[in-house]
């Protein structure tokens, strides 16, 4: 590729933004992503060189696994040197997972990783995916003066939005805004000009290379809290063969109930080796263990903090940790890391 020239790499996963409706029944079919060139024939006015991978058969959202974050790192990896960005066309149902498990699965990444998608297909009059398309591959291509990456991070570009993908939430299912970064301020946000917040940008360690992983390990649960819930709900839980991580969602800036055998069986599940996350069931903030004292007493039960994570990256860093064989100190210890730029440590 020469080096005036930007190129990028379209993955196609599958989702919404690739569908076409099916004019007998009226439902929504995955298309093949030539389909996609057709209704956004503003592509071919890039002067850019625009590849293509599509999964075949596409992925919906609702399917998307571990061994196809490890394809798609796979796919990033094998042609990293032959593109300047990527953009991952996926369905929004799973969105902020996939963005937060590959924001570790590629270490110290030096070029953009844009996942975006639509909520209505690229077909449709009133689409959003056309424009949400054309500014994540912009976004991909952009660099800066001395020729590195403007924004070489994961990231969701929705609805006039970049946020740093391990920080963001599907909180829309009807709503063309159908993502937040509630804890983290927008990487960019693109109007007449795409304004880039560059002192909020992660930068790679120059002297290092990009690193891939492709390792995972699923036991993990995610375990809510709420009031009345019974004793044995927890125990039966906490004791599911082969679990190995709890996410816990406690109410507000960390805080579970007092009762004696809620704190014993956490202690009892930490101290079988299992590691459990405290964050909060609150869509914006984050949890302080030292606050109150019901977060006291799970600190000493063994829990540990979350800080201002999200669910989907809670869960995507303690599968992502777990598969790569560590001691649960030193699971525990990264997970109150920041690993990238997914928590908030006051």
């Given at each position: 590729?020469k080096?005036?020239?930007?190129?990028?790499?379209?993955?196609?996963?599958?989702?919404?933004?690739?569908?076409?409706?099916?004019?007998e029944?009226?439902?929504l079919?995955?298309?093949?992503?030539?389909?996609l060139?057709?209704?956004?024939p503003?592509?071919?006015?890039?002067?850019?060189?625009?590849?293509?991978?599509?999964?075949?058969?596409?992925?919906?959202s609702?399917?998307?696994?571990?061994?196809?974050?490890?394809k798609?790192?796979a796919?990033i990896?094998?042609?990293?040197?032959?593109?300047?960005?990527?953009v991952?066309?996926?369905?929004?149902?799973?969105?902020?997972?996939?963005?937060?498990?590959?924001?570790?699965m590629?270490?110290?990444?030096a070029?953009?990783?844009?996942?975006t998608?639509?909520?209505?297909?690229?077909?449709?009059?009133?689409?959003?995916?056309?424009?949400?398309?054309?500014?994540?591959?912009?976004?991909a291509a952009a660099?800066?003066?001395?020729?590195?990456?403007?924004?070489?991070?994961?990231?969701?570009?929705?609805?006039?939005?970049?946020m740093?993908?391990?920080?963001?939430?599907k909180?829309?299912?009807?709503?063309?805004?159908?993502?937040?970064?509630?804890?983290?301020?927008?990487?960019?946000?693109a109007?007449?000009?795409?304004?880039?917040?560059?002192?909020i940008?992660?930068?790679?360690?120059?002297?290092?290379?990009?690193?891939?992983?492709?390792?995972?390990?699923?036991?993990?649960?995610?375990?809510?809290?709420?009031?009345?819930?019974?004793?044995?709900?927890?125990?039966?839980?906490?004791?599911?063969?082969?679990?190995?991580?709890?996410?816990?969602?406690t109410f507000?800036?960390?805080?579970?109930?007092?009762?004696?055998?809620?704190?014993?069986?956490?202690?009892?599940?930490?101290?079988?080796?299992?590691v459990?996350?405290?964050?909060t069931q609150?869509?914006?903030?984050?949890?302080?263990?030292?606050?109150?004292?019901?977060?006291l007493?799970?600190?000493?039960?063994?829990?540990?903090?979350?800080?201002?994570?999200?669910?989907?990256?809670?869960?995507?860093?303690?599968?992502?940790?777990?598969?790569?064989?560590?001691s649960?100190?030193?699971?525990?210890?990264r997970?109150?890391s920041d690993?990238?730029?997914?928590?908030?440590?006051?």
């Amino acid at each position: 590729m020469k080096a005036d020239y930007p190129s990028v790499l379209l993955i196609y996963t599958g989702g919404t933004i690739g569908m076409i409706e099916n004019p007998e029944t009226g439902a929504l079919e995955n298309f093949n992503f030539a389909h996609l060139l057709k209704h956004v024939p503003e592509l071919k006015r890039f002067n850019y060189h625009i590849s293509s991978y599509q999964f075949d058969p596409p992925i919906d959202s609702s399917d998307m696994e571990p061994s196809l974050w490890a394809k798609i790192v796979a796919i990033i990896n094998d042609n990293y040197e032959n593109f300047d960005g990527f953009v991952i066309l996926h369905g929004t149902d799973t969105m902020a997972y996939t963005a937060s498990a590959l924001s570790f699965m590629l270490e110290n990444l030096a070029k953009p990783v844009i996942l975006t998608g639509s909520q209505l297909p690229i077909g449709t009059l009133r689409t959003d995916g056309k424009e949400n398309l054309i500014t994540s591959i912009e976004i991909a291509a952009a660099k800066r003066p001395d020729g590195t990456a403007l924004v070489p991070e994961v990231c969701i570009f929705f609805e006039n939005e970049l946020m740093r993908g391990n920080r963001t939430t599907k909180i829309n299912a009807e709503n063309f805004n159908a993502f937040r970064s509630f804890n983290y301020p927008a990487l960019a946000k693109a109007g007449i000009h795409i304004r880039y917040n560059e002192h909020i940008i992660r930068r790679p360690d120059p002297a290092r290379p990009m690193k891939p992983h492709y390792l995972f390990d699923t036991n993990v649960v995610v375990l809510t809290l709420f009031p009345g819930i019974q004793e044995s709900i927890i125990d039966s839980v906490l004791h599911v063969p082969g679990l190995k991580a709890v996410v816990l969602k406690t109410f507000g800036s960390g805080n579970a109930p007092q009762k004696d055998w809620f704190i014993r069986q956490l202690k009892d599940a930490t101290e079988r080796g299992i590691v459990i996350v405290n964050i909060t069931q609150c869509q914006s903030g984050g949890v302080e263990m030292g606050r109150y004292e019901t977060g006291l007493h799970l600190l000493e039960a063994g829990v540990i903090s979350g800080y201002d994570s999200t669910p989907e990256c809670a869960v995507t860093k303690l599968m992502f940790l777990l598969g790569h064989g560590l001691s649960q100190a030193e699971i525990r210890r990264r997970m109150n890391s920041d690993l990238a730029g997914e928590i908030t440590k006051e």
